[in-house]
């Protein structure tokens, strides 16, 4: 099975002239970060080696932390909901009743308002 990779974007450098490299590259880091700890409420779990089996990625030519990448087989499967045969998965909560597909986009638009917070005060403080 393939690896699953989710990549977080910041607004392009453009959008973001006025700052230095230095808030850009705080505000990426903590936006990747808060984005995988509030994914962490709705990523499907049985001994939570999906959650916790994960790589940061970095932006080559700036060092930011702008994504991650899930270490399990399974997680592309996991990430989209399907068995091995393409069925659609059903997903127990018995360990995590919030567990589901696509568990990264529930977190951003759920969390958003906390994320977004935390990337201001990194960005103002960076």
Known sequence: MSKLTIKIEMPSLEDIKKLSMRKFIAGQNILTAECK?????????????LKNAFEYDKDASTGAID?????????????????EDGQPFNYSTDTNPQAQSRWT???????RPKIMAAVIKAVKDG
């Open 37 to 49: 700890k509030a994914s962490d409420f709705y990523t499907p779990m049985h001994s939570g080696d």
């Open 67 to 83: 994504g991650w990448t899930y270490l399990m087989p399974y997680a592309n499967r996991q990430w989209h909901g399907l068995t």
């Open 105 to 111: 986009e529930k977190a951003a638009i759920e969390h």
